[in-house]
């Protein structure tokens, strides 16, 4: 393959994926992070595909091995996708009166105490946003 | 490994299947994705149309070994993905955030293996002539992201799951990791230069990536994990990238360029999950 095409096909990808995955607030980016890592069990294509087209004893074990690993680590990432996507609409339904999530109100557990990391903290409306 | 991909018929309409999931699942700004599980599910569709397009086009000598092995991949997976804490109440948000992170470095774990298996295999089908320069750097880089992400998932694997004691990172921790690295990259395009020593280079290289990997997941504070984990993704990508120059696949160059603009946003700044609210 001719390396420019390459690095042309890399960098638009780059530049179209950081146009994309750079929307969402502090707990969409949770979710991302899981989308990444699902991108990243597409490795499990290309491991089939050097699988596939493997000649010698060794390449085919050590491809097959491969494969086996990629597969895990793909079904792996798509499970916590699921999981996360299922788990989504629960902590999210917005009540009357309430100020919608702001990526100022989600907190992670890594700036806030402990006692605060709770994710209904982060959906509780503020009493004086809530006043009229 | 030089094997040409003849799916990248087949590869375009699986990237456009992949773009839109991306769309619906991160296409709103106002935090409500449009049609979430719909996307979920064009991911594993574009997932499976190219595994049977890759299937598809073999020659059929090991296309049942490659089903073998993904059946079985697939049914660990349930073991790996499930929700488990070992010290910390499963129902607390933050032990429900480590069993996510904890999953999420069993599959940079897997990543790496393949990775680095992909790489060693590129290294030992590739001639060691001059002009095959690219394919062998290819090959060893390869197998040093993915020892390095094999050896950094282990080790924030045992860290969530707290088999290994608590660290504190120091700033001598930070030079050695550098001091690591450059001997690593420098051995690395030794074996690249002269492919005849390369397997003293590459044996030297993989244990200084299986060092670099523990010393870069413990020389942080844990609540850095997903730092090193988004690092070790967009590792991932980049050999995702690497290897779709190899199996000339411009579908395999995307979708890598999109994983590391994905992993990008994670080197700074916390994220936090849904699933920390519910319990199994």
């Known amino acids: ?132 | 490994m030089n094997v040409g991909l003849q799916i990248d018929l087949v590869g375009w309409f699986a990237l456009i299947a992949i773009l839109t999931a991306v769309h619906g699942l991160s296409g709103q700004k106002s935090g409500h994705a449009p049609w979430p599980r719909g996307a979920v599910g064009l991911l594993v569709f574009a997932l499976i149309l190219m595994l049977s397009s890759v299937l598809w086009t073999s020659d059929g000598s090991n296309t049942l070994l490659a089903c073998i092995m993904i059946l079985l991949g697939s049914s660990v997976a349930p073991f790996t993905a499930r929700h488990h804490s070992r010290n910390k109440a499963a129902t607390s948000p933050q032990g429900n955030q480590d069993s996510i992170l904890s999953g999420l470095a069993l599959i940079t774990i897997g990543g790496g293996v393949s990775v680095a298996l992909l790489g060693l295999t590129g290294w030992y089908e590739t001639d060691h002539s001059f002009y095959t320069w690219d394919l062998r750097l290819i090959a060893v880089t390869s197998l040093f992201i993915g020892v390095w992400t094999f050896a950094a998932g282990l080790m924030l694997w045992l860290r969530l799951n707290e088999y290994l004691p608590k660290s504190t990172p120091t700033q001598t921790q930070q030079r050695v990791v550098i001091a690591v690295l450059t001997l690593a990259l420098g051995l690395g395009a030794l074996t690249v230069v002269y492919p005849a020593y390369a397997n003293i280079l590459m044996g030297l290289m993989v244990l200084l990536a299986l060092e670099l990997g523990a010393l870069s997941a413990l020389g942080i504070v844990i609540t850095r994990a997903t730092c090193v984990l988004g690092r070790h993704l967009g590792m991932i990508g980049a050999a995702i990238a690497m290897l779709g120059y190899v199996q000339a696949s411009l579908f395999l160059l995307a979708l890598g360029g999109l994983i590391v603009a994905g992993a990008v946003h994670y080197l700074r700044g916390t994220v936090d999950f849904y699933q920390t609210n519910s319990t199994d």
Not at chain 1, 44 to 63: D, F, P, Q, Y
Not at chain 1, 96 to 124: C, D, K, L, M, Y
């Open chain 1, 1 to 132: 393959m001719d390396p420019v095409i390459a690095l042309y096909t890399v960098l638009l990808a780059v530049a179209l994926g950081l146009s994309g995955f750079v929307r969402g607030d502090a707990r969409r980016r949770g979710r991302s992070l899981l989308l990444a890592a699902a991108l990243a069990g597409f490795i499990l294509v290309a491991a089939t595909s050097a699988l596939v087209n493997c000649t010698t004893v060794a390449g085919m074990i050590l491809t097959a091995l491969a494969v086996l690993f990629a597969a895990q680590a793909a079904t792996t990432a798509f499970s916590l996708l699921w999981r996360e996507i299922c788990c989504a609409p629960a902590a999210r339904i917005p009540q009357p009166g309430t100020a919608p999530i702001t990526p100022r109100n989600a907190v992670s557990p890594e700036t806030s105490p402990p006692g605060h990391s709770s994710p209904e903290n982060a959906t509780q409306p503020n009493p004086t946003e809530a006043r009229p």
